[in-house]
């Protein structure tokens, strides 16, 4: 019998992917186009289906290896209509006539072209939220290549273009116009076609034999192969849960053991919505999902009552801005340190670079030299430019310096990232922010531009204030309140001298920052601040 030894298809763009799930027990029959083992990558859970019909004779892999591009996978016997007919010898009984054997072309290896269906699907857009389709950017038989836009999705907070991670034939558009898709869901079906580097015997037709009263042996048929257990043991971590990255980085923000969660999703799957169930579950039942005190719920008021009311839903990033502040201010034991910074020097430099910010076509504000000092202070306090690990065990030391801004925008709160501060100049971070700032306020920015922060900058100095305490955006451990400055008489140990004084407010999360790191990052923060030379060193 013939042997078809399926391999890994092509994976969309990632290098190794892990396995899953085994669909078929060793000695079971599959259907082609049957699943057969289940992949998994950082962005998506990928089906690989058998290309033909047969019994599993043995899987080359096993539940958590990590495969590439071409690793074969199974090894597949061929059903008795898919696979090369055996010659069937005529008994010699006494000297007869040979039977008539038509001449056949000898078999030839050739290499295996796999043609699986697969799926397109949404990539992790950092929220649980479903997004409304705004445009369908190809037709059923378009040939596309890997990054081609499939659609292109809108909500609140930004435009984003979905491209495909395959290169093949699209058989099928899923989506339409207007649906709301979330990360996960299915876009379109395409026709991927890959070359297996195993050679395979080409199919050939059985011989023709001529017919003769001899008879042939009858052949005994194969006995079949007792099918093996493929049950998975008992979960008794997180770690075991059977659910994607997106959902476990997830649980783990909330502080939820998805061994307790019921999956909901193919073969009890956990999904996000299954996570936000439990933990609604648990409030409403006085329990506790994140591991605090249970905290009692604000009772209803009827506010129609005392008056005339409007009623105004909130918008999806009000809505996640709530739930990231409640979420932070709830799981990191905040404080607040606050001190003021004599910026008398910057602000003279800084309008002196007024001119030449006119012929650039940047205009330099307050706000890029703050970003600066920021990333100078985390270079030199590397206490702050950590993160907390999902086990409580360890912490993440990060060897970039990104900085986060907090943007006020007519849709709420949004906080894009300016990457890499701490090897740009202040034109690059200037043309940055600006850059930034209006594509938050135009609803344009991308997920990508608000992702990957070390470090938050929330400034209230346009607006006002004396002093705010700023919520820390977890997972990060640190964030700067910069309110209004203003002319102060500071002694110079002879007399007042008038001074401009920026109000600064540093919130830390005390379970990585104790007082004195904080008091040295403030202190080098103020330093840098008062004396800009200080930055080039």
Request: hydrophobic share 40%; charged share 25%.
């Amino acid at each position: 019998m013939a042997i078809e030894i399926v391999t890994v298809p092509d994976l969309g763009g990632a290098e190794t992917v892990d396995v899953i799930e085994l669909c078929v027990a060793v000695g079971g029959s599959v259907e082609q186009e049957e699943s057969l083992v289940v992949l998994e990558s950082d962005k998506a859970t990928m089906d690989v289906p058998s290309p033909v019909q047969g019994v599993v004779t043995k899987y080359l892999v096993a539940d958590g290896d990590s495969v590439k591009i071409g690793d074969p996978i199974a090894e597949i016997e061929l059903s008795a209509d898919a696979t090369v007919a055996e010659e069937v010898p005529v008994a010699a009984e006494e000297p007869q006539a040979e039977p008539e054997i038509k001449a056949q072309p000898p078999q030839q290896k050739q290499a295996a072209t796999l043609s699986t269906e697969q799926f397109a699907l949404v990539p992790d857009m950092g929220s649980d939220d479903k997004v409304e389709v705004i445009e369908i950017a190809v037709a059923v038989g378009d040939q596309i290549e890997e990054g081609d836009t499939l659609l292109v999705l809108e909500s609140d907070k930004a435009t984003m273009d979905v491209p495909s991670t395959q290169t093949g034939t699209i058989k099928e558009i899923i989506a339409k116009e207007g649906d709301k898709l979330g990360t996960g869901d299915k876009v379109a079906l395409l026709e991927v076609t890959t070359n297996s580097a195993e050679a395979v015997d080409a199919a050939a037709p059985q011989p023709q034999v001529a017919e003769t009263p001899a008879q042939a042996p009858q052949v005994e048929p194969p006995k079949p192969v007792a099918p093996q257990s493929t049950s998975a043991p008992v979960a008794a971590t997180s770690n075991d849960a059977y659910a994607g990255p997106a959902v476990r980085l997830f649980a783990r923000e909330l502080g939820v053991d998805l061994t307790k969660v019921s999956g909901t999703g193919p073969k009890g799957r956990i999904q996000k919505d299954d996570v936000n169930n439990y933990v609604k579950s648990a409030l409403q039942s006085g329990s506790n999902a994140s591991g605090g005190a249970g905290i009692p719920q604000v009772p209803a008021v009827d506010f129609s009552q005392f008056g005339p009311i409007e009623t105004v839903k909130l918008s999806k990033i009000q809505k996640i801005t709530a739930q990231n502040m409640q979420r932070n201010w709830l799981n990191v034991p905040h404080v607040t340190q606050f001190d003021d910074a004599d910026i008398t020097d910057v602000e003279a430099f800084r309008k002196f670079l007024k001119a030449e910010g006119e012929k650039r076509g940047i205009k330099v504000t307050p706000v890029a030299f703050i970003i600066k000092a920021i990333a100078a202070s985390l270079a030199a306090n590397p206490e702050f430019n950590r993160s907390l690990a999902g086990d409580g065990e360890n912490y993440i030391q990060k060897q970039y310096i990104n900085v986060g801004m907090a943007v006020d925008t007519p849709r709420g709160l949004m906080v894009p990232v300016i990457k890499d501060a701490d090897k740009k100049g202040i034109w690059d971070i200037s043309a940055d922010i600006i850059t930034l700032a209006t594509s938050a306020r135009e609803g344009k920015l991308k997920p990508s531009d608000m992702q990957g922060g070390c470090f938050t900058l929330s400034s209230l100095g346009a607006i006002g204030g004396n002093g705010f305490t700023p919520i820390v955006n977890s997972p990060e451990v640190g964030i700067l309140g910069v309110s209004k400055s203003q002319i102060k008489p500071i002694w110079d140990g002879a007399e007042f001298q008038p001074k401009l004084m920026l109000p600064l407010a540093l919130s830390y999360d005390h379970r990585v920052i104790n007082g004195g790191d904080a008091g040295r990052f403030m202190t080098y923060l103020v330093k840098i601040l008062s004396d800009i030379r200080y930055m080039t060193l």
